[in-house]
């Protein structure tokens, strides 16, 4: 919850010189009152743009709630489904993450899933349990070509925001019991193709190290997407 209309865009003039040669796609996801503008100033840019939370429903009696239509009319290609804080302080829940995930499909959005474990799961052993738990119930129902389709972001709940990292070691490890829980319900092949992701305190000085790893496909940026310049060093990390 970051940013007024104006300082999207001064953001995003800043921010398109300095990523404009990247072969790594870039996605911005921005609060609503920014997604018009946005779209607007990256017009002709190669920086997309996502939502940050969608509902399941296409219309109704759900005030203050933004359906998937609506985002798809305005030009948004992406949208973060059950993210970590909607989980820990708006009841987000696997079933209501299954229902946005289905949703995002079928009004032809590009669905970037959250799955992660608390500090309390992770020290009681059952992280990976929780985790594969979550990516199970998120993509229950869901077609082969939509699992494949799907871009998952591990990022566990003791890393967002408190400037804690998983080491590239245990990222890495469970990033590869993720595509291992998907390979064993849609197949080596699919597992392969999906896009996972590392959110969790990704910043300049770790993202090399994070994205050097086997199976770690890019990152969830939080607090260090709110600046230019730290946020370009990540995208061009390979330089």
């Not at 300082?7 to 870039?26: G, Q, S």
């Not at 920086?47 to 305005?74: C, D, F, P």
């Amino acid at each position: 919850m970051n940013m007024l209309p104006d300082a999207a865009i001064r953001f995003i003039d800043e921010l398109t010189p300095l990523v404009k040669d990247t072969e790594n796609e870039v996605v911005l996801c921005v609060p609503y009152t920014d997604l018009f503008y946005s779209l607007l100033a990256t017009q002709n840019t190669n920086i997309k743009i996502g939502a940050q939370n969608m509902h399941w429903e296409e219309s109704g009696a759900y005030t203050g709630e933004v359906s998937g239509r609506m985002l798809k009319a305005i030009g948004v290609e992406y949208v973060i489904i059950g993210h970590s804080e909607r989980r820990q302080y708006f009841a987000e829940t696997d079933e209501t993450v299954n229902k946005k995930l289905k949703a995002a499909f079928h009004y032809g959005l590009k669905p970037i899933v959250c799955v992660g474990e608390t500090l309390e799961q992770r020290e009681a052993g059952k992280a990976e349990e929780v985790v594969t738990t979550q990516v199970e119930k998120a993509l229950a129902g869901l077609t082969e070509e939509q699992v494949a389709d799907t871009i998952v972001a591990y990022e566990p709940i003791w890393a967002i925001g408190t400037g804690k990292t998983a080491t590239s070691e245990d990222a890495n490890s469970m990033i590869k019991t993720i595509r291992e829980k998907i390979a064993n319900s849609y197949g080596q092949n699919i597992a392969n193709g999906v896009i996972i992701q590392y959110g969790g305190s990704v910043k300049s000085t770790n993202a090399k190290e994070l994205f050097s790893m086997s199976d770690i496909d890019g990152g969830l940026v939080g607090g260090a997407s709110l600046k230019a310049d730290e946020f370009a060093k990540i995208v061009n990390y390979e330089n």
